[in-house]
């Protein structure tokens, strides 16, 4: 799918079957997902894309609330821009915080439980405080399967808390996304739809080729205004007297490039479409309940072993453990 898509239509925009599939491609992901039809979506070439782009419509968003857009005036009227996520957060959030003006330091790591998930008293108190101090929260960014321990952040709990303070919810859920297709542990993704924005990597657990993430945001306005292009006459000048042209080129068909921050890309979502018409979401399901189960029969080896040690709660397909022989237990150092 992935060669025919570059062949037939290098360009992911015109209007043409590839552009087309792309969007299905898209709609497919949030039905697949449980997403409200109103996100808009875009694909990226992975999870540092897909998160940024979240990451951008919040910083938009947040600065909108107080009279400054951001992407035409930049941040220098912003006071104390932050970040809130867990210690655990993959470290694409902190170069995204670089990346977007906000500065590395912006990123608020915030302490886990028992179980490496966000402890939202902490967020909670953090927030207040900062708002006190006159800071200006940017975006909470929980994760949905973290890459360390697979752990899964309480997510309708920091939704309540981001409702309450009136802050953007971004769930990074590149890795760990599809996970809610798993039945035993569906319920830990309760208030993942209602997010904000959300980043999942089909090139992970959907196994497409590599370079697919996707992007979902609440409000296409807002992803349009920080990665807004400025007109070029190469191409809304091009399309001048368009209706006297017969071609694929008379319109730009699903202009997806007014979303993100890739304007040239060829067409990912084709590989996406093609794996949900051959697999379905029942197969991917099966696929992940598959894997997790794998994880969890590891643990239960692992805890029956005498030289060897459970590290970690298992939550999706991630089972850390390691070698200690029993003779080292309980000394210093092991």
């Not at 409200?36 to 999870?47: E, Y």
């Not at 991630?318 to 070698?323: E, G, M, Q």
């Amino acid at each position: 799918a992935a060669l025919s898509a570059t062949l037939a239509g290098p360009q992911r925009y015109d209007v043409q079957s590839y552009n087309f599939l792309e969007h299905l491609a898209l709609q497919w992901l949030k039905q697949l997902l449980g997403l409200p039809s109103a996100l808009d979506g875009v694909f990226s070439s992975g999870g540092s894309v897909a998160n940024l782009i979240g990451l951008g419509a919040a910083r938009q968003w947040a600065c909108e609330q107080r009279g400054i857009d951001a992407s035409l005036q930049g941040l220098e009227s912003v006071t104390k821009p932050r970040l809130y996520a867990s210690k655990e957060i993959h470290h694409v959030i902190l170069r995204a915080a670089g990346v977007l003006g906000l500065g590395r330091r912006a990123l608020i790591t915030l302490p886990t439980d028992d179980g490496f998930r966000m402890d939202v008293d902490a967020l909670r108190t953090q927030l207040r405080r900062d708002k006190a101090d006159g800071c200006t929260p940017i975006a909470v960014a929980a994760s949905a399967g973290t890459v360390n321990t697979g752990a899964v952040d309480p997510l309708s709990e920091i939704l309540e808390v981001c409702r309450e303070e009136d802050v953007w919810l971004h769930v990074d859920g590149a890795y760990g996304g599809f996970g809610l297709l798993d039945p035993a542990v569906a319920h830990l993704y309760e208030g993942f739809a209602a997010a904000d924005s959300i980043a999942v990597d089909p090139h992970k657990w959907l196994a497409v080729p590599l370079g697919c993430g996707a992007a979902f945001v609440r409000d296409r306005g807002l992803s349009a205004r920080a990665f807004a292009l400025e007109p070029a006459k190469y191409l809304e000048g091009s399309l001048c007297g368009a209706e006297t042209i017969r071609s694929q080129f008379d319109d730009v068909g699903y202009p997806f490039y007014e979303t993100t921050v890739e304007h040239s890309a060829r067409s990912r979502g084709v590989t996406v479409w093609a794996a949900l018409k051959e697999m379905g979401a029942e197969g991917f399901r099966t696929r992940i309940i598959r894997h997790n189960a794998y994880a969890r029969h590891l643990a239960e080896r692992v805890q029956a072993s005498p030289d060897l040690e459970l590290l970690a709660p298992v939550t999706l397909s991630i089972c850390c453990f390691r070698y200690v022989p029993a003779e080292l237990r309980g000394q210093a150092g092991s």
